[in-house]
């Protein structure tokens, strides 16, 4: 039986309503999905190029607008 997931510390709901899991989460189950998650820990280690790439490029540029 898996434990029940808790709003706001495993997942958020995003603005279109859809299920978004934190890091929080990801960095419990262990590895990286290869779905290419938002908030992935893992580098998106598991995504195939050239979509990791540009994961990669996207998440540091939005990191570098934010401070």
């Given at each position: 039986?898996?434990?029940q ?15 978004v ?31 990791r ?15």
């Open positions: 039986m898996q434990p997931l808790k709003e706001g510390i495993d997942f958020y709901y995003n603005e279109d309503g859809y299920v899991l934190t890091a929080a989460f990801l960095l419990k189950r262990g590895y990286c999905c290869g779905n290419g998650c938002r908030h992935c820990p893992y580098n998106y280690e598991k995504v195939p190029e050239p979509r790439t540009n994961l990669l490029a996207a998440r540091k540029l939005n990191n570098k607008e934010k401070g």
